[in-house]
């Protein structure tokens, strides 16, 4: 099958935004990794404490001051650390 003709400003309009985008693909920087080493620090600490906060008001909540006089709070408390962890575990990669 015969090719049709290209016109001339067809190629060189062609070739000239192939040009505009190869220069964008230069100038584009790519974006500093991330540190995210702080993030196993801090989830793991908070889903421990979280835990040992309703271990602690399950076991002895009657006999210390601040829960007694929290109440039912207290489980509340505890799956918010928990939450908490949970939320920051998101952000490790």
Known sequence: MPESKVRPQ???KAQAKNRVKAEERRT????APVDRSWVPKVF?????LGV???IVYYIAGNQIPGMKDLGDWNVLIGMCLMA???????LWK
């Open 28 to 31: 584009e920087k790519k974006a």
């Open 44 to 48: 793991v600490p908070l889903f421990l």
């Open 84 to 90: 908490a962890g949970f939320g920051v575990a998101t």
């Open 10 to 12: 067809a190629k060189k």
């Open 52 to 54: 040992l906060w309703l």
